[in-house]
């Protein structure tokens, strides 16, 4: 059985930055993609960053680009995201999810199969 468990959240002022991490156990998934979807409230759940698992290949929305690095460690099927320069409109609920495609198709939601329960990030200003 997957399982997909994020943790790191929590609550920061503007500027600030968080580390969030997600281990990963029940499967490996070498030839596939993790990723970072968040929600912020009354919003859709949104795309945020993806890494292929055997390439190191990333991707990442527009509104992260630059301040969010998405990061994994093989040993421990885990993938990491270190968000620097937070702001407010970055409050959200973060989600990691597994079993993606390994291409640009990562950015979907619709293409992962497994998800963690999501943590809450909130940023003050």
């Known amino acids: 059985q997957v399982q997909v468990v994020e943790s790191g959240g929590g609550l920061v002022q503007a500027g600030g930055s968080l580390r969030l991490s997600c281990a990963v156990s029940?499967?490996?998934?070498?030839?596939?993609?993790m990723a970072w979807f968040r929600q912020a409230p009354g919003k859709e759940r949104e795309f945020v960053s993806a890494l292929n698992w055997s390439g190191g290949t990333t991707y990442y929305s527009d509104s992260v680009k630059g301040r969010f690095t998405m990061s994994r460690e093989n040993a421990k099927n885990t993938v990491f995201l270190q968000m620097n320069s937070l702001q407010p409109e970055d409050t959200a609920v973060y989600y990691c999810?597994?079993?993606?495609?390994?291409?640009?198709?990562?950015?979907?939601?619709?293409?992962?199969?497994?998800w963690g329960q999501g943590t809450q990030v909130t940023v003050s200003s």
């Open positions: 029940g499967r490996t998934f070498s030839s596939y993609a």
């Open positions: 999810a597994a079993g993606g495609p390994a291409s640009s198709g990562a950015r979907s939601l619709l293409r992962y199969p497994y």
